[in-house]
């Protein structure tokens, strides 16, 4: 039974490593009849163009999913660069008004430093109007004691123009 089984296995000197003689090569085709290619050209023929068939279909198939790659790696890169002008413009209106509002502060910061400058000039200003006030408070103090002095010129030329 096991000779049997070795006549159908082929052998060669992987499988048959301590014969002394080697068998000359077997084809297999030559001992298995269903397997034995046929040479049918329309075969042959109707088989290769099922596989170009197909293969045109895979070429097909794979230039639309580029096609729609491609689109969509356009869609993507207007929208990004859309949306970097957009970035650009704001950063831009951004950096003007924060200019314009560091130009009015250090505008109103110098204001606030001239006033301020001012304000000690008006400190010995006031100073000086305090003395002057105290001044004319004693000179109409001086003019009031004056006036109310009772003079007996004055009293006579009173009493007869009344009358």
């Known amino acids: 039974m096991e000779d049997e089984n070795n006549s159908s296995i ?3 000197p992987e499988h048959d490593q301590h014969s002394p003689s080697p068998d000359p090569p077997h084809d297999p085709v030559e001992e298995n009849p269903e397997s034995k290619p046929s040479f049918d050209e329309s075969g042959i023929l109707r088989a290769m163009e099922v596989v170009e068939r197909d293969s045109l279909a895979i070429a097909e198939s794979y230039a639309s999913l580029f096609s729609s790659l491609r689109f969509a790696l356009s869609e993507v890169t207007s929208s990004s660069v859309d949306h970097m002008h957009c970035f650009s413009d704001a950063t831009g209106r951004l950096q003007e008004s924060a200019l314009d509002a560091a130009s009015r502060g250090n505008r109103f910061i110098n204001s606030c430093l001239r006033l301020n400058q001012e304000m000690k000039g008006i400190e010995t200003l006031a100073m000086h109007l305090k003395v002057l006030r105290q001044n004319v408070d ?4 001086a003019v009031n004691k004056l006036v109310r002095l009772p003079n007996p010129a004055l009293s006579q030329h009173n009493g007869a123009s009344k009358g």
């Not at 004693?138 to 103090?141: F, G, I, Q, R």
């Open 138 to 141: 004693a000179l109409d103090s």
């Open 10 to 12: 082929p052998q060669t």
